[in-house]
């Protein structure tokens, strides 16, 4: 796929065009994240409702009905399904298990297990598996 930038300053509507054969799960994901305003995620944390800027956020997991966000200086919540959420993050998430999605660019480093699997342990040295299902988009991810 060939993509051309065009710089202009004075352009008033930002936009972006693209000629495609077909519609594919990855153009859909760039054009969702192309509309993509908000930068921040809704949680609560103790009896306040915070925003959490999505750059700080290293790990989102289901714990029973609602999202566990974790950031390196505290645990929010979220009242959201996980599926909805993986829509509206930005391209640094990957869902590295079911119910559990992570921040590409919060990560250490990985670990690899006799078993086959991979460990992702984060900033913050929590130590996250990754299904064997999503090892392919994360090392996609991480270009190796």
């Known amino acids: 796929m060939k993509i051309n930038f065009h710089i202009d300053p004075n352009l008033k509507d ?3 065009d693209f000629w495609l054969r077909k519609i ?19 949680c609560y944390h103790d009896k ?8 700080n956020i290293l790990v989102l ?37 079911r119910g559990t999605i992570i921040n590409y660019k919060k990560i250490d480093h990985l670990e690899l297990l006799d078993n086959g699997k991979i460990d992702v342990i984060m900033i913050n ?4 598996q990754i299904s064997r299902r999503k090892i392919k988009n994360l090392k996609e991810k991480l270009g190796i």
């Open 125 to 128: 040295r929590e130590r996250v």
């Open 14 to 16: 930002e936009r972006a």
């Open 61 to 97: 997991q289901t714990v029973g009905n609602q999202i566990e966000v974790k950031t390196p200086d505290n645990i929010y919540y979220c009242k959201a399904r996980i599926t909805q959420l993986i829509e509206q993050l930005p391209s640094q998430f990957i869902e590295s298990a």
């Open 48 to 55: 306040e409702i915070e925003p959490v800027d999505y750059k």
């Open 24 to 42: 594919t799960d990855r153009i859909s994901n760039v054009t969702s994240q192309l509309n993509q305003e908000q930068e921040i995620l809704w």
